[in-house]
C-alpha cells in the first residue's frame, strides 16, 4: 500500500511529460489556439476594464488622470483572467487532471465571466471612488452608507456590462471547448499504439 503514492505521482509525471512532448505533433492551428487562446480572452478581460474604468469615470464625473486610473484597469484583468484560465482549464488538459469536456466549458465560461467581467468592474470601483474622493469631482458618502453607495454606483454599471459578460462567457465557453479537442487529439497521439502522428484533415 505505501508504494502506490509514489507510483502513481510517478506514472502522472510520466503521462505530463509525453503529452507536453506530442504537442509539436498536433495540427498546427490547434496548437495555437491552445497557446495564444487565453491571452485573446485575457485581452477581452483587459478591454471589459477599460470599458468599465470609463463608465465609472462619467458616473462620478472624472476627468483627472485618464492614463494612471487606465493602465491597471487593461492590465491586471488580462493577467489575471490568463493566469485563471491557465490553471483551471490549459494546465490540468496538458496534466491529464481534467478529463470532462462539460466540466472544461463550464470552467472556460465561469473564468470569462470572472477574470474578464465582474473582476474588472470590481477592481474599477475602489479606483475611481478614490479619485473621486481626490478629486472632488463627485459627493462622497458618510461613513455608515459607504456600502450602500457603492452598490447603487455599481447596479448600473453592472447592467451595462451584462453583454460584455455574455460574450465573454461565450468566448471562454468556445475557447475550452476547442482546448479540449486538442487535448483529445493530443491523447490520441500520446496513448496510441505506436504513437503515430494525427493527419491533418485540412492538409
Same mark, same amino acid.
Given at each position: 500500500?505505501?508504494?502506490?503514492?509514489?507510483?502513481?505521482?510517478?506514472?502522472?509525471?510520466?503521462?505530463?511529460?509525453?503529452?507536453?512532448?506530442?504537442?509539436?505533433?498536433?495540427?498546427?492551428?490547434?496548437?495555437?489556439?491552445?497557446?495564444?487562446?487565453?491571452?485573446?480572452?485575457?485581452?477581452?478581460?483587459?478591454?471589459?476594464?477599460? =470599458?468599465?474604468?470609463?463608465?465609472?469615470?462619467?458616473?462620478?464625473? =472624472?476627468?483627472?488622470?485618464?492614463?494612471?486610473?487606465?493602465?491597471?484597469?487593461?492590465?491586471?484583468?488580462?493577467?489575471?483572467?490568463?493566469?485563471?484560465?491557465?490553471?483551471?482549464?490549459?494546465?490540468?488538459?496538458?496534466?491529464?487532471?481534467?478529463?470532462?469536456?462539460?466540466?472544461?466549458? =463550464?470552467?472556460?465560461?465561469?473564468?470569462?465571466?470572472?477574470?474578464?467581467?465582474?473582476?474588472?468592474?470590481?477592481?474599477?470601483?475602489?479606483?475611481?471612488?478614490?479619485?473621486?474622493?481626490?478629486?472632488?469631482?463627485?459627493?462622497?458618502?458618510?461613513?455608515?452608507?459607504?456600502?450602500?453607495?457603492?452598490?447603487?454606483?455599481?447596479?448600473?454599471?453592472?447592467?451595462?456590462?451584462?453583454?460584455?459578460?455574455?460574450?465573454?462567457?461565450?468566448?471562454?465557453?468556445?475557447?475550452?471547448?476547442?482546448?479540449?479537442?486538442?487535448?483529445?487529439?493530443?491523447?490520441?497521439?500520446?496513448?496510441?499504439?505506436?504513437?503515430?502522428?494525427?493527419?491533418?484533415?485540412?492538409?
Amino acid at each position: 500500500m505505501s508504494e502506490s503514492a509514489p507510483e502513481k505521482a510517478l506514472t502522472r509525471a510520466v503521462i505530463t511529460a509525453m503529452m507536453s512532448k506530442n504537442f509539436d505533433k498536433l495540427p498546427d492551428i490547434d496548437q495555437k489556439i491552445f497557446v495564444y487562446g487565453p491571452m485573446y480572452l485575457g485581452g477581452n478581460g483587459g478591454l471589459a476594464g477599460l =470599458i468599465a474604468n470609463s463608465l465609472y469615470r462619467r458616473s462620478l464625473n =472624472i476627468t483627472q488622470a485618464a492614463v494612471t486610473s487606465s493602465l491597471p484597469m487593461a492590465v491586471l484583468p488580462f493577467l489575471t483572467t490568463f493566469a485563471l484560465y491557465s490553471a483551471t482549464v490549459s494546465n490540468p488538459l496538458l496534466s491529464c487532471d481534467l478529463n470532462c469536456p462539460s466540466c472544461a466549458l =463550464i470552467r472556460g465560461a465561469l473564468v470569462g465571466v470572472v477574470g474578464g467581467g465582474v473582476y474588472p468592474i470590481l477592481l474599477a470601483l475602489p479606483v475611481n471612488i478614490g479619485l473621486a474622493a481626490r478629486y472632488g469631482t463627485a459627493p462622497m458618502p458618510e461613513k455608515g452608507n459607504v456600502f450602500r453607495h457603492c452598490v447603487e454606483l455599481t447596479r448600473p454599471i453592472f447592467r451595462k456590462m451584462r453583454a460584455v459578460m455574455v460574450l465573454q462567457a461565450f468566448f471562454g465557453t468556445y475557447l475550452s471547448s476547442k482546448n479540449f479537442e486538442t487535448y483529445t487529439k493530443l491523447a490520441q497521439i500520446t496513448f496510441s499504439s505506436g504513437g503515430e502522428e494525427l493527419e491533418d484533415p485540412n492538409n
